[in-house]
């Protein structure tokens, strides 16, 4: 009877000098899926703009107004994008894409991204497609010389 208990005393403290090694291994597998996440991370951010018809700054020395040429429903809506300096001159020197779909329905309506079409009045312009009701958002990118100096985005419901 002793024996039994010895031994069974015996796989209880083994078990349990296992426990520390267990635990290190579990974190180093830990901090080898950690580099994956973060270089996850590395997407462009859009941050939520003012909405239409207000003036949104572009670094310290432009600003946009965007608006569309009726309120976003079903359909095709044209986007209209103003660019101005600080002293509110209006500028064209801009390249303008968007990119539109529903964030609930990832992989879904993405157009990617398209160019705007700079007007004689010297708006930029798009045709957004609603194909169905829900939550929609607008992604704008704006390039000078080539370099994305701006991204803002814009959510409404249809
Ligand atoms: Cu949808």
Do not use: C
């Not at 002293?87 to 801009?94: I, N, P, Q, R």
């Not at 157009?111 to 169905?132: A, C, H, R, W």
């Amino acid at each position: 009877m002793k024996k039994w208990y010895f031994f069974i005393l015996f796989l209880v403290v083994i078990s349990f000098l296992w426990l520390p090694l267990y635990a290190e291994s579990q974190q180093k597998h830990k901090s080898k899926s950690a580099p994956a996440v973060s270089g996850a991370a590395q997407a462009p951010v859009y941050p939520s703009m003012p909405g239409p018809g207000k003036k949104v700054p572009i670094g310290n020395d432009y600003y946009l107004i965007y608006g569309f040429d009726k309120k976003p429903k079903l359909g095709t809506v044209i986007m209209k994008v103003e660019i101005f300096t600080k002293e509110g001159k209006k500028d064209t020197s801009f390249e303008v894409k968007a990119d539109s779909g529903m964030p609930s329905m990832k992989g879904a309506h993405e157009t990617g991204e398209q160019p705007f079409k700079l007007s004689k009045k010297g708006d930029y312009l798009l045709p957004i497609n609603i194909v169905m009701p829900g939550d929609w958002e607008i992604r704008l990118t704006l390039l000078k010389e080539g370099k994305v100096i701006f991204r803002g985005s814009y959510q409404f419901d249809v």
